[in-house]
């Protein structure tokens, strides 16, 4: 074909690539723009994909169709890249398309999806003047798949549009799926923290038998902490990623277990006030008058109470739900603390216990025998203890002893 004839063929085309050539180098956020809308699209294809199908919106012979129609046209392609399905391709929903390779947990691809630190000090650094870095760091940085931890980039540009620090991405959309799997199962919310799965049980997503840490990590609410290796097989303890997913989450987890948004949110932003005063006493009445206005239709309507960790879970999310500093079964010397909290210059050391199972008392007197305390002094810092009792009967806070060391 002519010269000419090409250039009348295909000038629009041309010209359109190089208008978009010349935009992407003259603004280069925008591809981080377009990844940020990529990363919000991929986290609901789970939740979505399984409640459609749960609705009979969806079959699973024609998301099998759909897959094949790759597998069929495996000459013709030389590199295909798909996320936001990890496992789905190898397990029944997806097994028209059981030749990829899954490199979720390939450490050389762990920065592959989001922006590293280095991204966000040198693409990014002109956005970065008035904004507190090591907030940025801790509000949206943290996920981690064996390599490099990177950041969410659809809360980061929003970050840098606004100024002002918010659960963006959590906010486009509560995970109902998820938090109605937790309660149902009686998910024992401090535990989200300090999780641990195996590699065989993080990498399967079987949609006839989810499994809760699969969901989790797979969606992008947990992620990697540490990892325990033998030959042959590895064990991942998984933590939130961030402050925005911890607070968030447990924010949408209060709701469901106290029954309704207007009785947790004010309760939660009251504790952080009294926590900044260091306000003991003022603790015992907010939480025993927190759970004395769960109405008891509630109760007797919902089964979540009836299993052993409701209570303490509760406790838990109220602090998780603000982003703050939490350690749950923190070993120390003498044995494990239930909850610690650094927060305001002051350290908050909690055990609980049910009346029914354990005599009245125990709770702060095990805090003093194990000497849960010791690991903390010498920093100048108050150390607050704190025994508290729920009772079953009463369903509510029977005990509440504290003690200030320092």
Not at 4 to 31: M, N, S
Not at 376 to 405: A, C, K, M, W
């Amino acid at each position: 074909m002519p010269m000419w004839q090409l250039i009348t063929e295909y000038w629009a085309g041309w010209l359109c690539a190089l208008i978009g050539g010349g935009i992407l180098a003259a603004i280069p956020k925008i591809k981080a723009l377009w990844d940020a809308v990529l990363a919000l699209l991929h986290d609901r294809i789970y939740t979505e994909c399984y409640r459609f199908m749960e609705l009979g919106y969806i079959t699973r012979d024609g998301l099998r169709n759909l897959c094949s129609v790759l597998k069929g046209a495996d000459e013709h392609l030389k590199l295909v890249f798909r996320t936001g399905v990890s496992k789905f391709s190898k397990v029944s929903l997806f097994s028209g398309l059981n030749n990829l390779r899954d490199i979720t947990l390939d450490a050389r691809w762990s920065a592959l999806c989001g922006y590293t630190d280095a991204d966000v000090d040198t693409v990014f650094a002109p956005e970065l003047p008035g904004l507190d870095r090591e907030e940025i760091r801790r509000w949206y940085n943290g996920y981690n798949w064996l390599g490099t931890s990177v950041y969410n980039p659809f809360d980061l540009l929003l970050l840098f549009d606004t100024r002002e620090f918010k659960p963006y991405w959590f906010e486009t959309g509560t995970p109902t799926f998820l938090i109605d799997m937790l309660t149902s199962r009686h998910w024992y919310t401090p535990d989200l923290s300090r999780t641990v799965a195996t590699e065989t049980l993080l990498s399967a997503f079987d949609v006839d038998r989810i499994e809760t840490e699969a969901l989790l990590f797979q969606a992008g609410y947990l992620t990697i902490d540490s990892v325990w290796a033998i030959p042959g097989r590895k064990e991942y303890t998984l933590k939130y990623p961030n402050k925005e997913v911890q607070a968030s989450l447990n924010d949408s987890l209060l709701r469901v277990l106290t029954g309704g948004a207007r009785i947790s949110e004010p309760q939660v932003s009251r504790l952080y006030r009294l926590l900044q005063a260091q306000d003991v006493a003022g603790l015992r009445g907010l939480f025993h008058a927190f759970y004395a206005s769960i109405p008891h239709d509630w109760y007797r309507s919902s089964d979540i109470a009836r299993y052993e960790g409701y209570y303490a879970s509760v406790f838990y999310s109220h602090f998780a739900a603000l982003g703050l500093d939490i350690r749950v079964e923190e070993t120390t010397s003498h044995g494990r603390i239930d909850m610690a909290v650094e927060f305001a210059g002051a350290v908050w050391l909690f055990e609980f216990k049910v009346v029914e199972l354990v005599p009245e008392g125990r709770a702060l007197a095990q805090i003093r025998e194990r000497g849960y305390a010791d690991k903390y002094r010498g920093r100048g810092q108050p150390i607050h203890l704190v025994g508290v009792e729920f009772s079953r009967d009463s369903r509510n806070i029977v005990g509440f002893e504290t003690e200030t060391l320092g």
